[in-house]
């Protein structure tokens, strides 16, 4: 079985440094940049084979901001999962970061198994709308916009961010979840885990 690759991207050496050790602890390779550019460049020269990767990335960084490196990518026609981790008034960037196609984000500070958890479900097998592969013939029954929702709520987002990522109220997002999980018979978030990752 490969190894996952993880790109790390902060300007914090403190961080970079207790964060790639955390990382490496939990079994990936981690390459640690202190700049946007500096990961550019040198991804550029990589060679990049079937093992799985994934880019974690700091959202207010001098130079060259999470969000720039994330158009930069897109214009370069990089699929790299990207995982935003932010400070709390960073939280409407990050949320429009999600719009345009990042993982997920975190915010600073976060457990251990917060950040673990976010890598696993970025470097998953996705499926068309955005989300891990679910082979459950439940999904099937799912709208497109319940999907997003599942996504999302996979994701561990509450119902406000959910909201603002879809632009849309948050009692819509109640709505779509209740169906949703009345589509999916079930009634627990654990047991909605379940499903959305393929175990249930």
């Known amino acids: 079985m490969s190894v996952t690759r993880v790109y790390l991207v902060d300007d914090n050496p403190g961080f970079r440094e207790s964060t790639a050790w955390l990382l490496e602890t939990a079994g990936y390779e981690v390459d640690a940049y202190a700049g946007a550019r500096e990961f550019l460049d040198d991804y550029a020269r990589q060679r990049h084979g079937a093992a799985a990767e994934c880019l ?14 994330q158009e ?13 981790v932010t400070a709390h008034g960073d939280v409407p960037m990050a949320v ?25 479900l970025a470097c998953a097998p996705r499926r068309d709308a955005g989300g891990p592969v679910v082979h459950n013939e439940r999904l099937a029954r799912l709208s497109p916009r319940e999907r997003q929702v599942l996504d999302l709520v996979v994701a561990s987002k509450p119902n406000k961010i959910i909201a603002d990522i879809l632009g849309i109220s948050i009692k819509t ?4 979840r209740a169906n949703m999980m009345a589509k999916l018979g079930v009634k627990t978030l654990p047991e909605l885990m379940k499903v959305a990752l393929g175990h249930g």
């Not at 930069?72 to 935003?84: I, K, Q, S, Y």
């Not at 990042?102 to 696993?120: G, H, Y």
Request: a negative charge; proline letters at 7%.
């Open 56 to 69: 974690v990335s700091d959202i207010r960084m001098p130079e060259m901001s999470g969000l720039q490196l």
């Open 96 to 120: 429009e970061a999600m719009r345009k196609g990042a993982s997920n984000f975190i915010e600073k500070p976060f457990s251990d198994e917060a950040l673990l958890d976010a890598i696993r």
């Open 173 to 176: 997002v109640e709505l779509h």
């Open 72 to 84: 930069e990518l897109r214009r370069r026609g990089v699929p790299l999962p990207l995982v935003f």
